[in-house]
Nanobody
Framework: QVQLVESGGGLVQAGGFLRLSCTASGRTFGDYGAGWFRQGLGKERELVAA????????SYADSVKGRFVISRDYVKNTLYLQMNSLKPEDTAVYYC???????????????????WGQGTQVTVSS
């Protein structure tokens, strides 16, 4: 079992930044690929960024490319999402998720993830 707990959400003005954290406990997080998802009001959940359990493999949704950075700290068992140049359309509940030995290919399908956090709200005002 892996427990995921997100933090770092909040209210920010357009153009601002936030850093989300997702702390994992229970098993060796380094054996897991991980991703950040978001779901806006009335919208489908979408994969924003993913990082493979293989170091160096990262992908981003086109909507956040160049603004968001996903990273992980293997010692702290923590996943991060640095969000810069935030826009009102980034407003959503953000979730982290993990898949055992997840690669960028297997993590394209959100149904393939094994564990999910509870979500953290990000609101960007215009």
């Amino acid at each position: 079992q892996v427990q995921l707990v997100e933090s770092g959400g909040g209210l920010v003005q357009a153009g601002g930044f936030l850093r989300l954290s997702c702390t994992a406990s229970g098993r060796t997080f380094g054996d897991y690929g991980a991703g950040w998802f978001r779901q806006g009001l009335g919208k489908e959940r979408e994969l924003v960024a993913a990082i493979s359990y293989i170091p160096g493999s990262i992908s981003y949704a086109d909507s956040v490319k160049g603004r968001f950075v996903i990273s992980r700290d293997y010692v702290k068992n923590t996943l991060y999402l640095q969000m810069n140049s935030l826009k009102p359309e980034d407003t959503a509940v953000y979730y982290c998720a993990a898949r055992y030995r997840g690669t960028l290919a297997t993590m394209r399908n959100q149904n393939n993830f094994d564990y999910w956090g509870q979500g953290t709200q990000v609101t960007v005002s215009s």
